[in-house]
């Protein structure tokens, strides 16, 4: 048996026991949702999320309260929208460009290059908000908010000061956008979720990732790689949504208090987002971690790539994407 069919059938037996928890043992007018996350509980998302679900049950008076399963123990990344959908679980967090597949518009976010900053980030969101919205309704979910991981870097053992440093490299990819940017700078790409990332390095499976000093931390990437290039590759965002049968079968009371908390999370959230972008870098440092800028070479060459990655975006998403893309430009 592969370690990742373990992890499968470690996740189906806690689905299992968590389902069966889900309403024994709770008072008359208390209800009790399954909330998947698939991030350690030291990750800022999942500390963000647990102040989100503190808060519900605090203003609720315990009417409303929840059961985090954090690290993928019961639902992995790629399980999760599904999960929701079907009422395995009332509520989740997913990496929304991990469903890029599903829709384009999920994706937008992950096209390296194409956002320098958390100002421009934010503006972006914004312009994409309703769209994703729109998507979410459309499945029987509903966004709660949505909060950007730090900007990307490069995670290796070889100076990388040119796109062509990146040839050959085995590089865990994320989604598809990190899929095919590594096919475009000729890595083999190989898609690995958070959860399963030491893993992957130990057993030799990738030597490099495109990932955030937030995820170097977590999965202690000390322990494989010794230097993280600073390249601002993406903003990418996480998407809490729960199902929408449930949350329209709360009194209207209660759905006030989880809309209410919803957006603190999120305003809290890209608040967590830009302190960690500065702590994390510093525990890498101190780890041992070579902090490195992207040269002017490897700037140009990843400009390259990003402009390639936008016009195939756009011929996937359309007019629609065309506009977002135009729209955010001219900002």
Request: hydrophobic letters at 45%; glycine letters at 8%.
């Amino acid at each position: 048996m592969s370690w990742s069919d373990a992890s499968s059938l470690r996740r189906r037996a806690l689905l299992g026991a968590g389902l069966a928890l889900a309403a024994p043992g709770l008072a008359r007018g208390q209800t009790r949702w399954q909330v998947a996350s698939a991030y350690p509980e030291g990750n800022f998302h999942t500390r963000n999320l647990q102040a989100f679900l503190e808060q519900v049950t605090e203003e609720s008076d315990g009417r409303l309260q929840f059961r985090l399963h954090s690290d993928a123990a019961l639902l992995g990344m790629t399980e999760i929208r599904r999960g929701v959908q079907t009422g395995q679980v009332q509520l989740g967090e997913i990496l929304l460009s991990a469903y890029g597949q599903e829709d384009p518009l999920f994706e937008l976010d992950a096209i390296p290059q194409l956002v320098a900053g958390f100002g421009q980030a934010e503006r972006l969101a914004a312009l994409a908000r309703p769209l994703v919205e729109a998507r979410f309704r459309r499945t029987g979910s509903t966004l709660l908010y949505t909060v950007p991981w730090p900007p990307s870097g490069i995670f290796s053992n070889v100076p990388v000061e040119t796109v062509e440093a990146l040839h050959g490299l085995r590089l865990r990819t994320y989604n598809a956008q990190t899929q095919r940017f590594a096919t475009l700078v000729g890595a083999t790409p190989l898609l690995v979720q958070a959860a399963e990332l030491r893993q992957a390095f130990g057993s030799g499976l990738v030597d490099s990732m495109v990932t955030s000093a937030a995820t170097g931390v977590d999965v202690a990437a000390w322990d494989f790689l010794r230097i993280f290039t600073q390249i601002g590759f993406s903003w990418t965002k996480n998407a809490v949504f729960l199902q929408t049968r449930a949350l329209e079968a709360l009194p209207e009371a209660l759905r006030g208090v989880v809309l209410r908390a919803a957006a603190l999370a999120e305003k809290r959230g890209w608040e967590m987002a830009r302190a960690e972008h500065r702590g994390r870098e510093a525990v890498l440092a101190e780890r041992g971690v070579q902090l490195r800028a992207a040269t002017p070479a490897l700037r140009q060459g990843l400009a390259r790539v990003s402009e390639v990655m936008v016009e195939e975006w756009i011929a996937k998403a359309g007019p629609e994407g065309q506009r977002l893309i135009d729209a955010f430009r001219v900002g």
